[in-house]
């Protein structure tokens, strides 16, 4: 529809001189002048330093090196092999070890022998670990041997006990890790590892086994150990691996296998598998002898202090997993502080936000701290924001029984109390980190009563995630149909009165209310919500007993755009802010407030389920569209001045009304005062025909 306008003298002479300013790019930062001024000044300023890490330099990696000393760890993955079922070699034994992602398609850098010192993971031809195999893999291309060959008649006699710790009998090592794990560093010291790695290989022998123990970790995500034997006495060796003369064992993984090639000199004639994960954590082990059998060989529990395997096909064997260890090599060099994808610290600095063409953008400056890990891990700190858009419903008392999301976190911090005049509507969760950068938001509607179901108690609302690696999603912009953590690309998934959680890579308000009409028939709309994080930040607020001046100064963050309908926004209401930075569990909240703690150097308020802003003084949000004091408030869709529900030459001569008059609500950058910042500022959004 074409606008008749008839304009003031005041809105001439301003549209003869100004050109329109309109959106900048999604990339967490003020991109440039005329971005910068459509956010005009800060919503809120933060008052508390950070007791989370002042992001700063970061301390010099070597990435030559393996950050650690993979040869003092003495917990990890142990054999007991009878020497008949590698049909009783006389001499030489070659053998290999290397962790593998969940599929069996995927290859870390941790292979013993080691890989030369700083080589990442190899991959393979699948696409991130989901689909393919490994015939993209040639290990012949790399310095060295990755393989061990050792005559058994000169190994040590011994009887060591088979549950997963180093004994004295095996002697030094026969191979040391030389490469940082891409996999991930295992920190946790528990049987639930949260990360992979091999550090080191050792062997021995008695008058009827051979006994092999390989230290370090297998995180409890399934990923693989894959251990390949080759011997003089055995024909059926390959290298490459073939396809065509593989048993099927592990759901196809010597088939995964295809095609990857090994130096010259190692034909693996025998070969070992099993991941470890679920509630044990359990593992399953299977045995191939390549081109002939193979088969499951029963299960265990890490940390047990036992190798037997339950069941009867055990094929005489003896495996124990020791989870454990916490040292060994280190993770990957992140990359250095002070750049788009890096922070070693957590602060919030300021709110910035404005209202344009039927979305509102905010902008939070300030640092999340990089996790490790990948885009589906539930590790990092995560800045968790509330959004209250509409005054007649929403939650000001976090509820149990919203959609699972985020690895249960939103339904953790259940009890969690807003201000009293908060009802939080919407909720996003955002991470980042990586060796190789990534960003990832969960989010979730936020309904009065929880999240919606049908008649049969089945789930109608979404719990919603985009994002990965920054190279390919940057801005993220749930664009659906991407392959999800769980490996299914079907997005969104069909309500179909026995599934449990939905999950959908689109916005999740509108993807419900497509599910909500035809729940045979969902549909997503893509680019509902945008975000990015720039971490470059060196200023800002400084660490306990330092300044918080520079808070202010700061023009990186995290970066969103989100559709007002999206949103849930009610048509009237202002809409309001709240935040805070949290662990990944969600179950410890930083001092790191959106509307600021009563003090300076603050505690953390830690759980936040017993968290009631309500008793602490001050306001623990930030309203970022619209006025919500004095007789009613100004409209928070600014292009829609006298709210009567267009956008036309009425909203010009009402703006100017109140402009011209020196109303607070003329105040549309809301940066303190009414001038000519306020009339570019209306007409950007005006000009756009939406808010």
Avoid at 6 to 22: E, N
Avoid at 557 to 579: N, P, Q, T
């Amino acid at each position: 529809m074409k606008k008749r306008v008839v304009l003031g003298a005041a809105s001439l002479v301003f549209l003869a001189g100004q050109a329109m300013a309109q959106s900048g790019a999604i990339d967490g930062r003020f991109t440039d002048t005329g971005e910068r001024a459509l956010y005009g000044a800060a919503k809120w300023v933060q008052t508390n330093t950070t007791g989370w890490g002042d992001a700063g330099p970061s301390n010099p990696c070597d990435p030559s090196g393996t950050g650690g000393d993979p040869a003092a760890v003495s917990t990890g993955v142990e054999f007991k092999i009878p020497l008949s079922l590698l049909g009783n070699p006389a001499a030489n034994v070659r053998l290999l070890a290397f962790i593998n992602g969940s599929g069996h398609d995927y290859a870390s850098n941790q292979f013993l022998p080691s890989l030369p010192v700083g080589t990442g993971n190899l991959g393979g031809n699948g696409s991130g670990g989901y689909i393919g195999n490994m015939s993209g893999v040639d290990l012949g291309a790399f310095a060295g041997n990755q393989f061990l060959s050792i005559n058994v008649n000169t190994l040590d006699g011994g009887f060591p006990v088979i549950d997963g710790v180093l004994d004295a009998v095996y002697g030094p090592a026969k191979a040391l890790q030389a490469c940082r794990t891409g996999f991930g560093n295992a920190t946790s010291g528990t049987q639930f590892a949260n990360g992979s790695e091999l550090d080191g290989m050792y062997v021995c022998r008695d008058s009827t086994f051979l006994y092999v123990f390989l230290s370090g970790n297998m995180e409890t995500n399934f990923n693989k150990l894959e251990l390949l034997i080759d011997t003089d006495e055995a024909s059926n060796g390959t290298n490459p691996i073939s396809s065509g003369n593989t048993p099927d064992i592990d759901f196809g993984a010597l088939g995964k296998l295809n095609g990857m090639t090994f130096d010259a000199g190692f034909a693996p004639d025998y070969y070992f598998t099993f991941g470890a994960g679920g509630g044990g954590p359990d593992y399953y082990p299977n045995f191939a002898t390549i081109g002939v059998e193979g088969g499951y060989m029963g299960t265990n529990v890490a940390g047990n202090g036992s190798g037997v395997l339950s069941g009867s096909n055990d094929r005489g064997c003896q495996i124990a997993l020791n989870n454990a260890n916490a040292g060994g090599v280190a993770g990957g060099c992140p990359p250095p502080a002070g750049n788009a994808d890096n922070a070693n610290g957590s602060e919030i600095n300021a709110v910035y936000s404005y209202v344009n063409n039927g979305r509102l953008h905010m902008l939070i400056t300030g640092n999340l701290e990089s996790g490790g890990g990948t885009p589906c891990d539930a590790g990092g700190n995560k800045l968790n924001l509330f959004i209250d858009a509409d005054g007649q419903g929403g939650q000001n008392v976090l509820l149990g029984n919203n959609v699972d999301i985020s690895y249960g976190n939103l339904n953790r911090m259940a009890g969690l109390t807003f201000e009293s005049d908060f009802a939080a509507d919407y909720w996003m969760s955002i991470k980042t980190g990586g060796n190789t950068p990534y960003m990832v938001m969960d989010c979730s509607v936020l309904r009065t009563g929880g999240k919606r179901t049908n008649a049969l108690g089945s789930p109608l609302d979404y719990g919603a995630y985009d994002g990965g690696n920054k190279a390919d999603y940057n801005p993220v912009t749930f664009r659906g149909n991407f392959v999800p953590c769980n490996g299914n690309p079907n997005d969104p998934m069909i309500q179909d009165g026995f599934t449990a959680n939905l999950y959908t890579n689109y916005a999740p308000r509108a993807a419900a209310e497509s599910l909500a009409a035809d729940n045979s028939n969902p549909v997503g709309t893509p680019g509902l919500i945008s975000f990015s994080i720039n971490n470059s930040n060196f200023g800002g607020v400084q660490g306990t007993g330092g300044s918080v001046a520079d808070a202010v100064n700061v023009t990186t963050g995290v970066e969103i755009s989100i559709d007002l309908v999206e949103l849930g926004w009610d048509g009237s209401s202002c809409i309001k802010l709240a935040g805070f930075i949290a662990n990944g569990n969600a179950d410890y909240a930083s001092n790191q407030v959106i509307g600021g703690l009563p003090g300076v150097d603050v505690p953390s308020l830690a759980n936040p389920t017993v968290v009631n802003f309500g008793d602490i003084a001050g306001t623990q949000y930030v309203v970022v569209a619209g006025s919500c004091g004095g007789g009613g408030g100004c409209p928070p869709c600014a292009a829609d001045f006298n709210t009567d529900g267009g956008v036309d030459g009425g909203d010009i001569e009402a703006f100017f009304a109140s402009w011209e008059g020196g109303d607070s609500c003329g105040d549309v950058n809301q940066d303190g005062g009414v001038d000519g910042g306020d009339i570019e500022a209306f007409f950007s959004v005006w000009e756009a025909g939406g808010c």
